[in-house]
């Protein structure tokens, strides 16, 4: 016995035996608390008069916490006075939220809240999030979403705690990409994590003076100008890539670098459509048709329409002196629906979008993973080229939005055949190695619309992605960006525990209070009864023990 006391405290052994593995760490939680050589600290403020949701969200917290500490050195903190919190919460900037609760009597209570908790490691501090506030969801769906990524979510800020260098992703540029003001929230977003780069693969030409003319010397490029790169992004180009860019991006993705393509199948003006009230949809001719082909995914030159969609104001007004905007459906401005079987976008709302083209997956049986993440409602069509947008296209006839959950974006997974695998080396690339036929497992995300990873802008203010500023309602569009990117650099394996589920058990709430009495009675009553009936046996057994 002595010997089974002192094993218990050199050896631990623990079992979950949960159905959804709730107090398991994956092997990749594991990994990175076991590489923490200092001690960290972790401040809950998550407290007071709580109510049942959000006590299960902290117990959920502590337990996770707990489970943390069984592999690092992390230790929780009581927490500190009234007033220090006040002021670090204010240094932080972090916001209470407000809970509005309905009681029995019909009186309405308040409880302010803070679901954060504040990691120290090192000498720095990062900021946890507890409540994960989906648009769309209910509160009960959200707290459950909460739940299941506090795995994620402080494995999240500790990998970023104890980390000593940056790792780099890069915008490319020189095909007529969105300016910085318009990519201002997604350098913002992925800073976190990054060191964000914008530049052209193609370097700046040399120019050297003749008689009669200026004559220009393009510099060699270097097929390993990308390399030290984690991911690059290519991001609503409008012209066409030459054949020594494509051939860098192809050696690079061989190399086992990871893209992310945000691309347009069609051509169209906005300002034309502005301006005239129509405008003609064209093909767009990137250069990438074939490339994407073979690596497994197509992107149609066409547009989706979708039933599900923002409003545009349009004015209904027949008096030109006194406009009368109105909110009316825009149908090719979806907001498309993820999907909860990829952890890029496992519990997020719906993505903001316009025109948008769909996609086809090719190649069923080259050993890729394919995963749709973005796709449309249950009732859309899709707009061929050559055709035109027509704003006056406001009231279209129901009954031709026919196709349903069309994909408008996937992610890919796998070793990628080589779009130069049979061919010469492009003139003009500098190079020392022999062309790559296939690539080491990496993965690579295509969605089917510029728009979705670009934010408007407001007088000379950014506004943030995903953010429709006619309905002021807030899409997902900056989480999907940045677990897009995750995804793609995930080498530790960190953003697959966003996948991790753990099963939603709500109460009737109609049966809970219709039987309310009835289960009151029967928990009351129930174990008093039972104690009985056990001391009633007892007794008759020992009296017909003794009385002989």
Known sequence: MAAIVVLSHVWVVRWDLTDDKHYSLSESSKKTLSILDHRAEVTLLLGGDLNAGFRRLKKATEETLEELAVYADIRVKDGWSAAQENRLMDSLGLRPIVIHEREQNGKTAQTTVYPYAIIE????RAVVTLLKNTRGLSGEENLNASIEQLEFTFMEALHLLQQTETPRVAILEGHGEPDEAHTYDLMSALSKYFQVDRGSIVERPLRSKTKDRDEVAQRPINSHILDGYKAIIVLNPQTAFSEAERFVID??????GAVLWSLNGVKLSEEVLQREGFTPILPLDLGLTDMLFRYGVRVNPALVQDIQCLPIPVNVSSDPEQPNLQPMPWTYAPLLLTSQGSPITKDLGQVMSTFVSPIDAVGGEDGIEKRVLLAT?????????PGEVDLNDLNPDMNTFAYQYVPVAVSMEGSFPSA????MTPEGIETDEPIRKSSAKTRQVVIGSGSVMINET????????????????????RDFATNAVLWLTDGDGLIALREKSV??????DKRAHDKRMHVQLVSTISPI????????????????????
């Not at 490691?121 to 720095?124: A, E, L």
């Open 377 to 385: 409602s249950t009732a859309s069509r899709v707009t061929a080229t």
């Open 529 to 548: 009864a039972i104690l009985a009936l056990i001391g009633g046996i007892v007794f008759v057994i020992r009296k017909r023990k003794y009385e002989r």
């Open 458 to 477: 407001m007088k000379n203010q950014a506004l943030p992605m995903g953010y429709d500023r006619y309905s002021g309602m807030q899409f997902s569009n």
């Open 121 to 124: 490691y090192n000498g720095k």
């Open 420 to 423: 130069f695998a049979h061919r």
């Open 251 to 256: 050696q690079y993705i061989m190399r086992g």
């Open 503 to 508: 099963a939603l058990r709500l109460l009737n």
